[in-house]
Each structure stands twice: as structure tokens, then as C-alpha cells.
């Protein structure tokens, strides 16, 4: 595997604890569905992959973070330049 194909990875697995991490703003865990995350492969070949993440929140505020530290990163330089086209939606409308 390449090392660009090694970041990504770690930058999707780093992604997805940084948005699980995000819980104070959710709702009981009691009433909480899951986190439901699908990642799409078929284009990895090309070095694209594709993730949806589905977070259950409560209504209001909600902040999500960006982690500067990845690992294998040796500076607070995390691939976020590798991102595109992120879209956030409630109740299956997009949001602006």
C-alpha cells in the first residue's frame, strides 16, 4: 500500500473518532441509536474514498472538530487539503 493510500486511511479512521467523540452535544445514551458509518471502496484503486456517517444529535448547537494531530503526521498538518465535498443534512434535508 502507498504512503498517500496510508495517510487517507488513518485520516478517515482519525475523522470518524474525532466525530464519535462529539457526544455532549448528542442525546441520552439511553435513547441514542448508533453511529452508523458506510464507507464506499470502489474507487480506491484511484486513491477516492467515499464515507457517510450518520450521527444521531439532539436539536440545537453541534460542534464538530477537525483533529490537527494524525498519526504518522509530525506536525499539527493533518490531510485535511484530501477532503471534498462534505455535505451535513437534518431530517434528510441539507443544511446550509
Known amino acids: 500500500?502507498?504512503?498517500?493510500?496510508?495517510?487517507?486511511?488513518?485520516?478517515?479512521?482519525v475523522l470518524l473518532v474525532a466525530l464519535v467523540s462529539?457526544?455532549?452535544?448528542?442525546?441520552?445514551?439511553?435513547?441514542?441509536?448508533?453511529i452508523h458509518i458506510t464507507v464506499d471502496l470502489r474507487e480506491a484503486p484511484r486513491r477516492i474514498f467515499h464515507a457517510r456517517l450518520e450521527i444521531p444529535a439532539a436539536p440545537g448547537p453541534l460542534t464538530l472538530l477537525y483533529p490537527k494531530w494524525i498519526p504518522g503526521e509530525h506536525g499539527p498538518t493533518g490531510p485535511i487539503d484530501d477532503v471534498a465535498c462534505i455535505k451535513f443534512s437534518a431530517a434528510r434535508k441539507p443544511l446550509a
Do not use: E, I, K, N
Open 22 to 34: 462529539v457526544t455532549p452535544s448528542l442525546p441520552a445514551r439511553d435513547s441514542q441509536p448508533p
Open 1 to 13: 500500500m502507498q504512503r498517500t493510500s496510508v495517510s487517507r486511511l488513518y485520516f478517515l479512521v
